[in-house]
Each structure stands twice: as structure tokens, then as C-alpha cells.
């Protein structure tokens, strides 16, 4: 075999073993995240070294089925004793959580030295991985050379995808709710552990190739950026496991270019494209969030410029409304200002001699706003009798957020839509 | 008061005829949903001062808001005719108690001695004038017995009143506490009434944000109506009347709410 | 209180601490260590190494404690992985293994991986576990790729940064003990400083903020002392067991005692014991690794405490709760026994009544009636059936009248009671007002509830009642 799809057959499976740990992860990790859980993924991972370890000095040999039985043993009895310990002995969950981990893997380490120091359950390759090398162990599978830690994580994605697939609903309840999940007759704690059975059966499966570390990022990274990108289960599954994919795809590539190891270099890559999703995800982005505010700060400045202008025109002041003026009287600062050329530039105001004056388009734009802003303080004086002085402010911000719907509401509660302040103010 | 307490205040802070609180034009946002507009008020000094407003009215965050401990989207707040960040040594503070942990492992006398720290400064130790003066806040919420108890090992009741003798261990002229009544047997609810009574026969303010509208009237002097604005404010009987409660409960304000929904909506 | 003045202070602390060194450099400190150690018949390597690991697990156990009081403890997991990539860059650009600036390294990433985790948690929608396994994950990735890129170099294939991952005490000079040792000393020095700070920082730091101290500065004060104490460990401990030296000693310690005052010095003990403890047993015995054997012992201790402490542990819960038991039993014995008798004024009943009255099987009520007889509260009659004696009667009537009140308060009180629904019913007069009591008590009479004496009673019943519920 040479190639696969055209492709080169070693980076092929590369690629393909790190999308299905990746994808794996990212479908257990939707749950792990949502249930604020994302760290047991990271005691997991490490805690089952001690389960490798027994399992090896039980039986003596590395084959798959002893090992990965003995890590979801130990996976499981770090869930467990986490629990137990938080409950019984009053100790905070992530304290008991990283008590038990550390001593778990402390008990690991230990054990690996003193029995199994002739075996490669070499620490460093449970932190990197050998990916690069386990493509090439292959076995035949339907007459085709399939890595042989490719074969392990293909049944463990399909046996993640049948669970999610089967207990969807439970699973959805349960990260929504656990208390309401029990009163509808859902057993929290048995999808709870089948959960973290399945977390330590997919780190054990995937550790040996992409090492802990990507296991853990795998786990969590997707996921939270899949959070920050929907706001439905449905889709935040399907873009952690999108995320996942093109992770291995651009982690491999990356790596090669730097010559740098991929399961470290995926982990970065995963790092970065969470970091994207924190800056640029639509509703959520730390960018998206400035923009929209200084886009509403302007906003308001143009429409409190344009409400400034109508009442200076329908006051019949003789004299006219200096830009100057009307800045200061919008707040001044940039927004005003920059708020002032995006009116003229839209034609809703201009210039005339030494003062500001509305176009007609200004005009029915600036009238509908002023409507607005005395239907409000027609609301709030009817509900809200208060001195009349404190009333132009709270309707003066309201007016910039009334949508049609909310304007319609008012006019029912003030069927005439007069303001207790025509003048200019 | 004692006498140390008389002393620990630093007069020249306090301008002649400025109120103890003014809140001007304050609003405030959680996740950019206001929940708090425009606020204004002006509180009379030597009263107890209820605000009161059904569930979601803003109550708490108007007294978190004007300490500083959440974010003012505008408006300033003043003590004695100062900015509020320049007076924190007047003021006293009880917090909600779900506010912290009481599993933490601090004895009942520890907490109190908290309310020293302030006068303490950077560095130095309470000393044994601090603990005898902790000791007494102790004694006035009738906890003495139970100085060195954790704090764990204690009712709620108790709980709230150890939260008291610490603020008042701040020798303070201005007082904000957050629900001291919530869920409190009525031994503690006793206990806390009479101290506020002897705060303001010392000439302190007390700021309460209450729950209970039956005893408003009994307790306090002065009520300020809460529903996201201030619907009304000033003594007890000129204020508390059925249609004021009426338009602070009743009304609801349901576009109120649909504003702030619009608000956030468009802001975020 | 904010004030540049403590800023100033600890600036000065290191200013001196880093003349004293330029004037006396590390040379001639460590030899004088090694006179002093010649002189009083010690080897000096091993003193040099229990020194270091000793006060390495005082000062992380000190500071970690902090942590797992906060809700914190796995923040210093994340920092321990955050501090590879500096490690890395810093190999990197020094071209050599400068113990001092590797640290260095480690401690900028180390505070930058704990920053960018507050960051996320305040300013995303991203929630603080996600952010800590990110942090970690991800700068750690970033490790092995620098790191990878330093064993490509020529110079680096020996820079020993696998050193890191699982931590060798014995891969230490001198030189590294002495800045590992000085570390933890200004770390427990700064500790002890701030004092009073850090308390009501942990506690309450709502409260703090209104009393005017700066608790953002305090905040990242403390995280950095958090990851100084991270980093200076892991070249002894490695990534992964550091957040163990962080995290256990202060839960361990903190089932012992209720005092902060008391919990640090205990905690900062128990570190110190587990890391001299199994560094030494690792430099005896072949093959045995030092992080994990600190760390063993480290977790010994704390499933000790975990089980045998006298107040919080496990062993003292199950036995405080079958002494409840035993006392619930006992006075719903005595309930149902009263009861019966107040209804059928012959006063003798089987052990069938008793178990009817209550859930019981007739064996559970025969076991609790023969402890009751012990007791002199019960006897049998000549038909085999059972009675009050004296005493039982009178104990049986202030169960009763405490329990009468305690659920007649509960019915009419119910909105300030919500407080009280797991108290036991004769802590009663301890809990309500006289007034009250009084009050209760006149009610259950005009209800015809109060239990009437059969007996010529000889002590007033509430003095009764409130003597038996001390």
C-alpha cells in the first residue's frame, strides 16, 4: 500500500487516526463541557495508568482487550471515589477530583517502575503519543492494511456514536438538568457512568497513539468551541465534531511543515481555533460584542442628533443649530462626531450656512423617532407618576431600543400619544 | 456605642448637611440587560431605610451597584457629599448570606475581627483591643458563647448574626445590609431589630433591602419602593400607601421588562 | 489601604535579597552550607536535597491550600502544564541550561496560562473547568512542540527538560536546591505577610472590596505565588504530580482543624513530611521515582485523615449518625409507648402494639424495648406485656411535650421556621424566644394536646424538658 485516496497511505492514516480520536472526543466532550465536567476527562486520563499497570501484571501482555478492561476499571473508580469523596468526607469536588487523580497516577508511575520497567509503557509516550510510528503497525482487516490502533478507535467512535445516537434524549436532559431528569424517571447516575466508562475506554484507546495530552484537548477543546458558536445540542455535536476533523487535518500538515510532533502541534491548532471562536464567533466573540457596542453607540448618538435637530426645527428657533452645539449636546466625543458624518453622509442631515438642517428624508426618520421617545413617557407617566424632571432620561435612552412590536404594545397602554414635553430641551 | 466607637469616626470626612446617600442617575446592567434605570435618591441621615420591590426588582443590585461591587453602566453615587470609593471607611456592609462559604475554616470570632480590618491597615495584627472590641459586637447579637465555634456549626440565624456584629465591629456611619431578615428564626430577627433601633439612636443610617411587606411599617422609618426604577421614596407613611405598592408590585411594568429584553437584544 | 506602600515593600524584600546574593554569591553560601554540614558530621548532598524538596513541600503545601479553599485546586494543575512552553522558550534563547532562567520561563507562561483562564471565565461564555483543561492542554501542547524543536538542536539533546515531566531530584545541583530553597522561603515569608489579607481575600472578597483593599492586586499576588511554588517544583515532582503538592496536604490538613490559622502550619507539615519522607525513601531504594513516592505518602496522609479525623472524618460521621439513630429510636419508643397509654388508660402493652404503631417489625420493637428496660424506663408485667415505670414516664413525657411544641411551632411558624427543619425537637427553648415557648405551650393546651401527667410529677416539666435537652 502506498496511497489511500491519492493520498500518501502513512500521512492518510495519520490523518484518519487523529479524526477518529478527535471526532470521539469531541462527541463525549459535548457533555463533559455542558456539565461542567470537562476536567474529569483530565483525571481520567491520567488515573487509568494504574489499571494499564495491573492489567499488564496480571496477564502479562499489551493486547488491547486486558488493558483497555483494566483502564475503564480505573476510569470508573476515579469517577467514583471522586464522588464518594466530595459527598462523604465534605472535600470540594475539584479538590477530591484532583486528589484522586494525581494519587492514582502517583500509584501508576510507581507500579510501572518497580514490575514493568522492561515494558515501553515509556511515560514520555503517554504524554506525546507515537502517532507517527503506530501508523505503520498495521494489520489486514477485509484485505486492507489498516493501522492496528486505527481498528481499536474505529470501534470505539462507532460504539460513542451508537450511545449518543441511543441515549440522546437522556443525555440532553440529563446535562440540562440532572434533578428533573430523575423525577422523569431518567437514572442520572447510570448515563453518568456509562458516560465516564466511555471517556476511559476512549482515552485508553486513544492515548496510545495521540498520547494524554491531545486526549484531554480533544475532550474539552471542540466542544467549548462549538459553545461559543450555537446555542442547540444538535449542532453544537455536529461543529465539535467538525472542529475535530479539521483539527487533524490541519494539525498533521502544520506539523510536517515544522517538522514538529503532531499530536502536540494538533493540540496548538486546537488552541488556535478556540481562540478564532473567542474573538469572531458571531454572537458570542469578544469582537463581535465591541463591534455590536460601538455599532449601538453610534447609533444612539445619531438618533439622539437627529431627535436634537427635529425639536430645534419644530421649536421654530430663529437661530440655527451649530454642529458644535448639537455635538455637545449628544454627548460630544468621537462617537458623536463620527455618529454626525455617517448622517450627512446618508443624507439624513446637511449642512446649510452656519448651522445643521434635516433633508425631508431626515425629517420623517427624525419624526417617527420623537414619536417614539413621548409614547414612552406617556407610558411612563401613566404607570410611573414622577415629577416631571425625571422623566426625559430613562424615555430618552428607551426610544433607541422600541422596536415596531414594543411600540405597538405602548400606543395600546397610551392610546394618545401625546408627550408631556414638546419644547426643545 | 461605645466609646472607641464614638471616636473611631473621622468627622472632617463628613461635610456639614450632606445626606449620608445620594444616588444620582445610576443605571445598571447585567449581561447588558438593565436592570436598574436611572436611578436617583437621596436618603435622610439617622433613619432605618427599607427598599423594597417583589423578586427581580433590583433590590440587591442597587446596594451592590452603589458599593462598586458590580459595574455602573452611568450615574455616580455619593456619601456624605463625597464619591462613594472616597468614603468606604464610613460604611458598613452585611452581605447576603449565601455571599460566601461557610464551610471555610474561620471561627465566629475570626469573621467579626474582619470587621477590624479595615482600621487595621497592610501588614498589622489584630491586636487584643481589636478582639475585645469584636468581642462586644459579639455580645450585642448575643453570641459571646460562641466565639470560637466554626462558623459552619451554626443556624442561619446565628449565621446573619454574625454577619451584623461584623459590620458593626466597622464602627461605621452608614450601613448597607443585604436581606439580614431572610429565613431567620424570630429569636434573630428580634435580636437584629433591636440593633438597628440602637444604630439609629446613635445617629446612624441603615440601608435594608427587606422582603416582608408586613413588617415594613413596624420596622423602618423610611421606604424606598423598588421596581427596576424607584417608583417612590421618603417615610413610611407619606409613601408606603396601597397605590405606591400597587405600582411597584401590581403594575409589574410587563414593557418594562420587554424594554430591557430589547435592550440586551439589540446590544449584544 | 490600596496605597503603593505593601508593592513597595515586596519590591524591597527582593531588592535586598538580591543585593545580599550578588555581595555574597551562591558559591560561597553553598559553602558555607558545606562547612556547617563537615562541621556537624552531615552529608551535604543530602541535606542540600531534603532541604529543598522539604521547604518545596512547605510552601506549595501553604499556598495550595489557599487554592482548595477557593475552589481553585485545579488551576494549579493547569499552571504546572502552562509553565513547558516557557520552559522551552526559555532553553531556547539562553542556548544553555540556566536553571534560573528556565524558571523564569515557566513562571511567565505559568502566570499568563492562570490569566488567560480568569480571562475566559470573566470575559466568554467559556465556564472555568473548560477554560483550565484548555490552558492546560493547549500550552502544553505548545510544550512539546518547543520542546521537540530543542532536542532538534544540536546543543539541546541534552537539555534534560524531560526532567520536567516527571521531576528527578537527583538530576539537581546544589545551585538548583539553594534557588528552589530560597523561593519557597519568600513564598512562606509573603504568605505569612499577608496574613490577614489573604483571609479575608479567600473569604469574603465582596466584603474586602468595601473595605478599600485592592483585591484584583491580592488576587494576582496570590496566583503568582501559586505559580512560583508550581514551578520551582516541577524540575523535583514533574507536571502532573505538582497540582498533588498543591492540592493534598490542605485537604488532608483540613480535616483536623477549623482554624485557617492552624490549617496552614498542619498542611505546610504534611508537605514537608511527605517530601523529605519520600525523597528519602527513593534515594535508598533503586528505581523507586521521587514525585510519585512524595506524592504516595503525601496521599497516605490524607486517606488517614480522610477516615480517622475526630470531627470531619468519615469514621466519626458514621458513628455520630448511628448514635442519632439510636436516639431517634429511643424517643420514638418512648412517643409511641406514651401514646398508647393515652389511649388505653390499662396501661400495659404488647410489643405487636408497639410495632403496629410504628413501622417496625415485632423484632426491631422487642430489641428497642429490652434497651429500654436496661435502662430502667420499661418493664414487663406478669402477662408478658410491657409498661412504663417512673422514670420512663417521665422521660416519655418530656419527648412528647418536646415534640408536641416543636411540631405545632413548625404548622404555625412555617415562614420563619424554614431555618429550623433539621434541628431536633428538644433544642427547642434554645432556638425560641420564652415569650414564644410560652406561647406554644398555651396553644397545645387549649388544643388539648398537652400531654397530661399520670404520675404525681416530680419536677416542673419544662425544667424537665429542658434539662433532658442539654
Redesign the interface.
Known sequence: MDTVFGMDAIVFWIIATMALVNVTGALLGTFL?LR????L??AIS?AVLPGLALAFMLTGTREPFPMLAGAMAAGLLTALLTHL?HR?????E??????VF??L???G??MI??VA?HVDLD??CV??GVLESAALDTRTVFGMEIPRVAVTLSATFLVTVAFVALFWKELKIVSFDPQLATTLGINADRVHYLLMGLVAAFTVAAFEAVGS??V??M???P??TA??LTDRLHWMTLIAAATGILIAILGRNI?AV????V??????V??GL?LLA?LFAP??G?VA?RL??VR?GLRISGEDLLGLAYRWQESGARTPLTASGALDAAGGGVASRAALWLLRRAGLLVKSGDGLRLTASGEERASRLVHRHRLWEA?LAK???LPDD?LH??AD??E????SD?QR??EE?VPEPHGPSGAPR | MTATQEKGIVEDTIASGAPPLEIHDMTVAYQRRPVLWDIDLQLPEGRLIAIIGPNGAGKSTLIKAALGLVPRASGRVEVYGKPIEKQLSLIGYVPQRESVDWDFPVSVLDVVMMGRYGRLGWFRRPGREDRDAAMDCLRKVALQDFAGRQISQLSGGQQQRVFLARALAQEARLYFMDEPFAGVDAATEQAILTILQELRSHGRTVVVVHHSLQTVREYFDHVVLLNMRVVAHGPIEEVFTEENLRNTYGGRLPLLEQAADAVQRRSV | MSGPAPWLAVLALAAVQAALFALVGAERLLGWVQTACASAGLPYNTVMVLAGSGLLGVSSAVIGSYAVLRRRSLIGDAVAHAALPGIALAYLMARERNFFLLLLGALVSGVLGAMVISWLRQSTRTRQDAAIGLVLSVFFGLGIVLTSAVQRDPSGAHAGLEGFLLGKTAGLVSQDLLLIAVTSANILLLVWLFQKEFLLLSFDPGFAAVQRWPVPALDILMMTLLVAATVIGLPAVGVVLMAAMLIIPGVAARFWTDRLAALLPLSGAIGLGSAVGGTYVSSIREGMPTGPVIVLAAAAVCLFSMFAAPRRGIAAGVVRRLQMQERVARQNLLRSLYELVEESPDSAVTAEDVAGKRSWSVADAMKLLRRAEARGEVRRTMDGRWTLTDLGLQRALDVVRAHRLWELYLVEQASIAADHVDRDADELEHILPPEMLHQLEDRLKQKGRWPEDRVPASVHPLEGAAREGR
Open positions: 463541557v461542567r465536567m470537562s476536567l476527562g483530565d491520567h469523596i462523604y468526607a465534605n472535600v470540594p475539584d479538590a477530591a477530583m484532583g486528589v494525581t494519587s497516577f502517583a500509584l508511575v510507581v517502575t518497580r520497567s511515560p514520555g504524554l506525546y495530552i491531545l484531554v484537548a475532550l474539552i477543546a466542544a467549548a459553545f461559543l506539523a515544522y517538522d514538529a510532533p499530536a502536540g502541534m494538533a493540540s496548538v486546537a488552541g478556540f473567542v454572537r458570542y469578544v460584542r455590536a457596542q449601538l407610558y404607570h410611573l407618576p425625571h432620561s430613562p435612552r428607551m433607541h431600543f422600541m422596536d414594543l404594545q405602548v397602554q
